[in-house]
């Protein structure tokens, strides 16, 4: 992680890749031709790479991005909705990157993102005033070849409230809390260091959340809550009955005598949204530690049977 790197989008000329006229089946992708984002992988604290498919094959795919500071809230649904922050470049959609898809399968990547753009993951704000939140929205949209068009943007899921819960003392509880509406997939993590190994004489450093089956099943813009109770109810606050409301990830933070050095320098909550052409990513972190020497990078993967990689030698199992 880079604390004194200024958020600055840098421009880079793309090149203009031309399109093909191929017809696709869009077999198995919910957004009948739109862009599906599947993963994307954080190098130090910048944004290093974006994947995805559900294009036709060998066709233009073009990337855009925007970023807002937030300050943490609650996740129950109190006071007046969305994120109290401050934008990134006014939150204007950006294109960072342009690509051709495979001709062969319709997936898509765009690699080396940060050595033409800074889109970094992380706020280097962290413990200072509060606005240590940053989400990040990425969209795409490809070339039709048959209608002689663009695909349409669409709109990423919806954060309208992210918290990490931790009181800044070792061998604490911490747990993440979000509020988010209109994804079809969903992935929350809470982490204060890599998942080195599920023994029971093993702290556990990482907790995600469970398949999300729920989001397959619902039309819409259906909304999950995810707090620290696991619950929602008078007197706290009252919940919609259409609402989804979950039990937040949560770890005890807790650095090893003896291995100190391998935890990360903040508690991280992490997560992770989309729906057909877009993807939302939210990230906290509660610091400083004073534990770890060494920079975070993260790999996060939403789509089915993909590992998630904190990069730091240790794999765990996306839910997706």
Known sequence: MRPSTPW????????????????EAFCGCPGGGIPRLTAAVMSGNDLDEVRGDCTQKGTTVQLQARQQHFYRASS?????????????????????????????????????????HSVQLLSPLWSIIGLDGVRTDLRARAWDGIKNRWSAWTAPPTLERFNVVWNGNEGAAAAVETLITGADKLHLTIADGPDDGDQPTIQLDVDTDTPNFWLDQQTGDPTVLYHWTGSCSPPIAWCPPEWLVQLSPAITVDAPAFN?????????GMATATRPGAMMIATSVLGPRDTADFSVNVDVDV???????LNLGIDFFSIF
């Open 303 to 309: 789509d089915v049977d993909v590992l998630i990689d």
């Open 260 to 268: 100190a050095h391998s935890e990360y320098p903040f508690v991280l």
């Open 8 to 23: 600055i989008w840098m421009s880079a000329a793309a090149a203009l890749l031309g399109p093909t006229a191929s017809a």
């Open 76 to 116: 129950l649904p109190l006071g007046p909705p969305g994120l109290q922050g401050a934008c990134i470049n006014n939150c204007q959609w950006i294109t960072i990157a342009q690509t051709t898809s495979d001709p062969i399968t319709g997936h898509f990547a765009f690699p080396n993102l940060d050595q033409s």
